[in-house]
Structure formats: C-alpha cells, structure tokens
T-cell receptor, first 115, second 112 residues
C-alpha cells in the first residue's frame, strides 16, 4: 500500500559522521523531492530530481548531497552533520514538476538526531 | 524569509463546530494555494487547493477561501470531527515556479 517509503524512520548520527537517508517510491513518478523541516518551522525544499536531472535550491548547503540511481530510489547524503542539521527529512514525489498540475505525495519522514 | 505564514500554531474546537485555519502570504506572484493535512507518524497528504482565479473552493466539509487583496486564505471545516485532529499546512506556488512554499503548520484538535 505504501507509495513513498522512507528508511529509517529515526536516525541518530554523531556530529561529523556521514549519514544517508533513503526514499523509495512505487508510483513510478518522474520527480523526487527532499525537504528539511526543523522543529516548529515550515518544510523547506533542499533539492529535487526530475528523472536524472538534479536541481539544487540556491540556499541548500554543500553539506547536503543527493543521489538517484534509478526511478524508484533517491538518497539524501549529509557529509558532515552538524547539530543544526537535526530535523525531519521529508521525501516527496510527483508525476511531473509543475506543482500546480501535479500533486506531491509525501513519505512519513526520517527524523534525524545529531549527537 | 518566510513567504507563507500560519500565525496560529494550534487551535482547539469542539466537535460539530466550525474550524477556521488561517494563512497569510507575502509574495504577490503566488497564484495557486493548497492545504495539506498531516497525522502523526505520517507524511502530509493533499487536502484541497485553490487557484487565484477563484475566491472559494469547496470539497465536502472543507472550504478554502482566498482573499487576494489581503494575501490571505483560510480553511473552514464544518462540522469538525475528532478525526480532523491533525497538523494543517498551507502552501503556495507561483505559475512559473517549480516548488511549493509551506507555512509552519497549525495543529488542530477537535474535542469530542
């Protein structure tokens, strides 16, 4: 039933230790998004893939990278997590990239804790 | 700079009464708006949308109102039910844009 799956749901990492969050989808959608949501803040788009084309938001730190090896999977890599990177990370998909025409489907999120 | 604002972090309403959730935006280029609903441990799910060519859109118990001159939209839920208890996010996009800008969310509690 699950359409957008995120693993793990909770991730604890140490300051400076690289961490990878995973997202998979069963919808065969072209676009996959990664959002960061810090406590009491709005979800903020980090980047998205349209198929294999990577689109980085201008203010996304270089510490954040992403990979999309195939249509179904997308990974978020945080190279050197800082305490300020503790947040909920939401993955979403859509059939196409025009937000006014194509609904985004969200996964349940991965809550990252940095110790 | 927060372009979409939900100034009420939480709202409590009695079952059967009306719930009104508010959202303000600052970017006059926004012309499409939607509301997402989020239950604990789940991702946000689409609830209802409105284009700037309309001032009202209704779907069952949910109605979204748009006041372009005030850059304000609201979500009305009538009658409110306990199952409506969730966090509601307002989001906006511009015609030429490729992303939604989200508000911080309002946590609605419907008291039985």
């Amino acid at each position: 039933d699950a359409m957008v799956i995120q693993n793990p749901r909770y991730q604890v990492t140490q300051f400076g230790k690289p961490v990878t969050l995973s997202c998979s989808q069963t919808l065969n959608h072209n676009v996959m998004y990664w959002y960061q949501q810090k406590s009491s803040q709005a979800p903020k788009l980090l980047f998205h893939y349209y198929d294999k084309d990577f689109n980085n938001e201008a203010d996304t730190p270089d510490n954040f990278q992403s990979r999309r090896p195939n249509t179904s999977f997308c990974f978020l890599d945080i190279r050197s997590p800082g305490l300020g990177d503790a947040a909920m990370y939401l993955c979403a998909t859509s059939r196409d990239s025009r937000p006014q025409e194509y609904e985004q489907y969200f996964g349940p999120g991965t809550r990252l804790t940095v110790t | 700079d927060q372009q979409v604002k939900q100034n009420s972090p939480s709202l409590s309403v009695q079952e059967g009464r009306i719930s009104i959730l508010n959202c303000d935006y600052t970017n006059s280029m926004f012309d499409y708006f939607l509301w997402y609903k989020k239950y604990p441990a789940e991702g946000p799910t689409f609830l209802i949308s409105i284009s700037s060519i309309k001032d009202k859109n209704e779907d069952g118990r949910f109605t979204v109102f748009l006041n372009k001159s005030a850059k304000h939209l609201s979500l009305h839920i009538v009658p409110s039910q306990p199952g409506d208890s969730a966090v509601y996010f307002c989001a906006a996009s511009a015609e030429q844009g490729n992303q939604f800008y989200f508000g911080t969310g309002t946590s609605l509690t419907v008291i039985p």
